[in-house]
């Protein structure tokens, strides 16, 4: 059948490469894809908000599935659209995809059907926002409400940096993201990301990793879109995912059919690991960037089946995903000024053969045959091991090999697990 993959980011590199290694797959299309997403598929040019357009395209190139890779479609109803044209597409409808693009609808929702979360307070405005800051002890989260790159979270340890981030984003500095506000708890713990496709019936889990949010070594520094990522965490044990499954996302799926607003695609859980046990920080109605480059290395599936099956309601009919046992770790390569305004334009060299992982582009561009940055995040440089710490060698040996004068790197992704492999190590 042909595909059609929308995004251009390291995300949808790595689906690309994962989606053209199946026989099913007779043409791959990509838009607006990068250069590292054209060794697999034909790029187009496509306006993913003219849902019109995107829909033609389908019908003229017979589309048998589209993976929908980035969030701001799904919020924009594109899976919608194709639905009502008969045209199989992975991903949640507009009402549905509200589980990220609104963060009170999903703490409203965790309310309703008991799903552990943090307590929380819905703004309007910042007057009542401030108002509702007594209620929190400090450290307190401020969060803007909408979509936000992974940047609209601030952590206020005074109320003097509470109150500076209820001004930014009533402000205006998010947008609309920011016209509303939610103020969290916060909570302690050790995050991790758990996944699970559902056809809005049936749920099967479809892995976990960590990420690295922090732009700077040992967690410092300002909020990311993710500077790398390891893929399984150990720390979300087997009997953890258990009870991930049975208090939250089995919920949630049940909750969200029941509102008639039923979710297919891929739901992404951002947990906190508490002393009482996990809790739900956020969902994100896509696979996570960089989480999903780690994931893909590991796949050991046809990727077209299990989207496929999502899509036409039969997720049921097939077995659950199987996943390599051994870790794949992924770093982030970022321009200089990430996650302010990036430096655009650098030459970059890959190496000439990547046997020991894959370098996935995101934010690049080919300007008169030459490889350039075009982004904040630039690469995505992945890598598998039979250990966390075998995988983050081998992705930080291939990160070496790659010129970029420009770019820059955590150093330390991975880093709680290879701490606990080596104290393992001398037990």
């Known amino acids: 059948m042909n595909i059609l993959l929308l995004g251009g980011g390291g995300r949808e590199h790595a689906l690309a490469w994962k989606l053209a290694q199946s026989p099913r797959c007779v043409t791959l299309y990509a838009a607006p894809g990068n250069p590292g997403i054209a060794a697999h598929a034909t790029l187009v040019d496509l306006d993913l908000t003219r849902h019109d357009l995107v829909v033609g395209f389908c ?3 017979t589309i048998g599935l589209v993976v ?3 969030e701001a479609p799904l919020v924009d109803g594109l899976a919608d659209s194709l639905r009502a044209a008969n045209i199989p597409v992975f ?11 609104s963060k009170g609808f999903t703490k409203d929702l965790c309310q309703e059907a ?3 979360t943090a307590g929380y307070a819905r703004c309007t405005s910042a007057a009542q926002a401030l108002a509702r800051l007594d209620d929190f002890p400090l450290p307190v989260v401020i969060k803007a409400d909408g979509l936000a790159a992974g940047k609209g979270v601030i952590i206020a340890m005074t109320r003097a940096d509470a109150e500076a981030a209820i001004a930014e984003m009533f402000g205006g500095s998010f947008g609309a993201s920011g016209a509303e506000v939610v103020i969290e708890e916060f909570m ?11 056809d809005g019936k049936h749920v099967v889990p479809f892995g976990s990793a960590q990420d690295h949010k922090r732009v700077g070594e040992g967690d410092t520094g300002p909020n990311t879109g993710g500077m790398g990522a390891y893929s399984p965490a150990p720390v979300l044990t087997p009997a953890l995912e258990a009870e991930v499954m049975a208090t939250m996302i ?5 909750a969200m059919a029941a509102r008639g607003m039923p979710y297919s695609g891929v739901l992404f859980a951002g947990l906190m690991l508490t002393r009482t046990g996990p809790k739900l920080i956020e969902y994100n109605a896509r696979f996570g960037d960089p989480e999903c480059q780690a994931l893909m290395l590991r796949l050991e599936d046809d990727l077209v089946d299990l989207l496929l099956a999502v899509a036409q309601g039969r997720l049921d009919e097939g077995k659950a995903p199987r996943l390599s046992a051994d870790p794949a770790l992924t770093v982030v390569v970022a321009a200089r000024g990430y996650p302010g305004t990036p430096a655009r334009g650098g030459a970059i060299t890959l190496p000439a053969a990547e046997k020991a992982g894959h370098v996935f582009q995101a934010g690049t561009a080919l300007v008169d045959g030459q490889l350039v940055a075009n982004g904040g995040r630039v690469l995505s440089v992945t890598a598998r091991g039979r250990t966390v710490t075998q995988a983050r060698d081998a992705a930080y040996a291939l990160v070496d090999a790659v010129t970029y004068a420009d770019g820059f790197c955590r150093r330390d992704i991975g880093w709680r697990e290879v701490a606990r492999e080596a104290a393992d190590a001398v037990r």
């Open 59 to 61: 019908r003229a190139q």
């Open 68 to 70: 929908v890779g980035p």
């Open 91 to 101: 991903g949640p409808s507009a009402a549905a995809a509200q589980l990220e693009g």
């Open 114 to 116: 008991n799903i552990p």
């Open 188 to 198: 302690e713990g050790e995050e991790a990301s758990f996944f699970a496709l559902t």
């Open 250 to 254: 089995r919920p949630t799926v049940t």
